[in-house]
């Protein structure tokens, strides 16, 4: 089987699975990495969201073949890493607000709130309702409105 | 802080007038161990002391006497790291119950609530029906035997504190898990754990923490596993590292339950990369392989000839005719002037985020499971049944659960995944795709509701409600065996159907006679009453009907409802939601407020929502979803009678407004040819961020009752009638079928065969 190679987390870390199999089972399933959920495994629900080199993506949908040994994954796990902390500010905003119920898309949620913070900051913009409306991933326990209101405390502190 | 005039042993009785006193127990064991029994902790008569062991006869009755009382106990343990550990015998599926039950332990103990550790018990089958969660009961059941265990314990630190300190127990006093006597000297509940232990197992008298002393119940709390849900640390049923417990998925068939009729290319399919295993179960043909990204191409890879389900050739259209022919007559049309309505409600997915999944490990002797299970009593015998073993053998592990909303009262990942691991002689971790999740999960059942309102100038006559429904599966009884045995039996489940409908619902205004009766019809689908059960389909009709009287009769909703509303507690939500939602404000044309009632669980509630149906609203662009009417602002107030956590109790509100609006504006499943067409989220139109109030206001009201009523399913009923009513005024037509979208297929139906979508390839085109 072929050799994969890309970092993850901070580290380099190399595979030996087929070209096919999507990341979120190379994290999951070889790797131990379980902070990205399964929910939907055709890229709809994004419980599974990371950053890959630090845009929102579905590992779900995404061969270990398409990346590059210098592509850099980050999961839930390392998200704090990547500003020096114990906790990323968006998972603070998180706490503060108590948003998690059963808890199981939140890693995704988080994820993609990043990504889209950065992504307004990038076009020199605050978080505005639309971005919020556009926002995909699923949370059957329906804790959307603290996810609004955590988003925009979180941006407040990135 | 409290002190120490809670004293475990009745003294002489005086400073007790009027307090009641409740039965727990100190068990033996190295360190402390304090219990209750779980249901009904008995109460202590004033006045009589606890049972000696003198008066036992000899070493038999001794022994009968320790085993008896303490086989359905549940145990609140003290560790000598200061901790205190205590093992629900409930599921935690996001409701809570695990940060509630650690504050009441924290509360009654006064030991601070990061020291509580709170876990999810195995399956007990001697609790018989105590390990059931759900009729929103955990709080209900818990509330006072949890405490019981936790004073019990709380009493027996202080007595071995006294001997520490050389004090009397009421100059001690205990607080922040710390115990310090009038001269300051202080000892830790860690270091008395021990101390505290008992080497013989007793029962003990306790009063509980009158409610005034409360700093900790009644107090908004974050929940206690929030750092681990957003680390990722949070562990699910599939992120359990079981050895050799390999991933493993099932090939399910293109109609509602079918079967296997024959499998032309096993071997090739076991050649496949990382494949282990190939088998035929009873629901399809199981893969296991080494990821399951190998298990999804293999489903796929698998050539299988089917066997008919038990819903062939049923449809929408059928269902709905069995419906009419089981509808019961809603007599004779009263002779003063009446209002009618019919309503018709559309089969809906129960499913969580966390598809169905469950690990086995079945040996010849024996087997573990693991899954999150909310009769898991029920799963253990079940399972034991088909794989041939005793139930004692088979040990069934409660995981924590991603979400259930009435699917994970059943077990059906949990059984075949036994089943797999047994055919298979090897572990398995198996998991339902999300096709697999839509299209053979469980369904909430399509049902109508006839609702006659009849009157006579400012009176109201009569009430009748007629349910029909497609028969819920309630086999799972009241989570023990020998009840569910008895559900399954054909009379006894139609009256165990009745009469779960009859004790739920109820009439919460002064409508004269009044009278409510379900009937069931075509048990051909795999149904699962979804969060709330009946309530939000009945509650539904009953409040556009009342919408609708009060328009015929020249009536505000809001002072109608208040005017026929029963009692102090049902008007004050519903005053607290018009007042803070501003009732009766000017809105633009195409938009309006809605206001509905509910009350069940001992708990009242009430919803006020503002809708958006104009047309620039409504047809808002949105990719793969469904736009449709917004609800712009939602206002909701919960009087539960005494909230243990606030700000969870506001998040469950918070939930249950979110499946109300999806219940009626865009979630349904679509039944055509045997087979759901949905099979992902994006079928399935479950409140999405762009459904969501962008304003939502939820107002715990303050203690009323001084006793917790249900809160888990409470909020769905009430937001689902308010949108709809919402609706109705903002068009000015009364929706009649639910969701309102079910007439227009938003979605292009995926294929049944294979039954899995494959794994798209295009993740990186789709980075932001």
Redesign the interface.
Known sequence: MPEHTFRLNGEQVTVDVDDDLRLLWVLRDVLGVTGPKYGCGINVCKACTSHLNGKAVNPCAIPVGNLKPTDEVTTIEGLPATVGADLHPMQQAWLDHDVAQCGYCQPGQIMAAVALVRRAAEEGREITDADLDGIRNICRCGTYFRIREAIKSGAANM | MTSADRSTHPESGTHVVGRRRFLGYVLAASTLVAAAELGAAPEAEAGIPSPEPTELLDLNDVMTAAALPTSDLITVEVHTDGTVSFALPRAE????ITTSTAMLIAEEMDVPLERVRVTLADARPELLFNQLTGASNTTISTYRPIRVAAAVARGRLLQAAAVELGAVVTDLTLKAGVVTDLAGRSIGIGALAEKAASVRTQQVAVELKPRADFTVIGTPR??I????????????T??L?IPDAR?TMVCRPPTINGTVGSVSNLDEVRAM??VTDAVVISTGVAVRA?????C?DAVRALRVVWRPGTAEGQSDESVLEDLRAAELPLGLPPLTPSVEGKFTFSFRGN?????NCAIADVRDDRADVWASLKSPIVAQETIAARLGLPAHAVTVHVA????S?GRKLFFDAALEAAETSQKMGKPVKL?W??ADDCRQGRAHPMATSRVRISYLGNTVLGYQQRHTSVATDLSHGLGEVFTALAARLPVGDAGFSETFFQLSQSMPYDFGVSSRLLSETNKDFNTGSMRNVYSPDVTCARELVVDRLAAKTGKDPFRFRRAFLHDDRSRAVLDKVAEVGDWGRTMPAGTAQGIAFHSEYHSVSAALVEIDCRPETVNRPVR?GVAGPRVTKAVFAVDVGLAVNP?GLE?QM??????GIAQTLTSSLHLRDGYFLEA???NYF?????N???E?EIIVMPTTTGEPGGAGELGVAASMAAVACAYGRATGTMPTRFPINHGTLSFTPKPTVPP??P??????D???
């Open positions: 599926v996001g409701q809570g974050n929940r596993d929030a750092l681990a849900a957003v680390t990722g640390r949070k562990k699910f599939m992120d590292d991933p990369p990382g080494e990821t399951f990204g190998q999804i499913s969580a985020l966390e598809p924590q659960g991603g979400g909303f998991m795709h999300r793969d700000r998040a918070m939930g249950g407004v979110m499946d992902s989220w994006d479950y409140t999405r961020q762009w969501t109030p962008p939502l899995i979508p794994s798209p390839t295009d993740g990186l789709h980075a932001y």
